[in-house]
């Protein structure tokens, strides 16, 4: 079994770099696991052209393919989002929006294989969790389109740099237990 662990932030060494990976090194023992970041991938915005209504294909062709394969391979994926002006950061909506080849509301359209499950974690520096509750509604939303069962989440807040994690790890560890 295969897990995928996405830092959806584009900073590599920051919060959410950290709590990826406390989540990969405790899924290592269980699942084949690999962590990306969405910086590692290019690609550009949606167009809002609709071909993909028609055809199950976007017209652009680019890195989106290479996260979308990721998402095939792996039977648990984790999206790891801090709150970028109280929503997920833009790289990774840039990146939903082009996953609308795969979304269920039009015929035809691309379809992962069944059985995943997916797990959303949100982080903010602010103290209020309602805005974690918003981010991680995003998540599960794109993991609903795409028919990734909701298996967990968890928000976390006043987290700004890597060294807050610390006190958030015993519900990291406990989310971890769950997949
Ligand atoms: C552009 C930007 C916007 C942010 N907006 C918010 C916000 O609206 N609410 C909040 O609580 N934290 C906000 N933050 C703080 C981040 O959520 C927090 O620092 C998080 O730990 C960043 O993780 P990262 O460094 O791994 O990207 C923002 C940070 C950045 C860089």
Redesign the pocket.
């Known amino acids: 079994m295969k897990a995928l662990v996405i830092?959806c932030?584009?900073?590599r060494?920051?919060?959410?770099?950290?709590?990826v990976g406390i989540i990969a090194g405790e899924l290592g023992s269980r699942y084949e696991t690999k962590s990306v970041c969405i910086d590692d991938y290019k690609f550009s915005f949606c167009l809002g052209c609709r071909s993909c209504h028609k055809t199950a294909k976007c017209v652009q062709h680019d890195d989106v393919d290479l996260l979308m394969e990721e998402f095939e391979n792996a039977d648990v994926i984790v999206c790891v989002a801090?709150?970028?002006?109280?929503?997920i950061?833009g790289q990774f909506k840039a990146f939903i929006d082009r996953v609308t080849p795969w979304c269920n509301t039009h015929e035809p359209h691309a379809k992962l294989s069944s059985s995943k499950r997916g797990f959303a974690v949100a982080?903010?520096?602010?103290?209020?969790m309602k805005?974690c509750e918003r981010l991680i509604g995003s998540i599960e939303h794109f993991y609903g389109h795409l028919e990734i069962e909701c298996a967990g989440n968890l928000g976390m807040?006043s987290?700004?740099?890597?060294e807050?994690v610390a006190a958030h790890r015993e519900e990291i560890l406990a989310l971890c237990e769950k997949m």
């Open positions: 830092n932030s584009p900073v060494n920051g919060a959410t770099a950290e709590i801090p709150s970028y002006w109280a929503d950061p982080l903010r520096t602010g103290p209020n805005e807040v987290v700004e740099y890597k807050d």
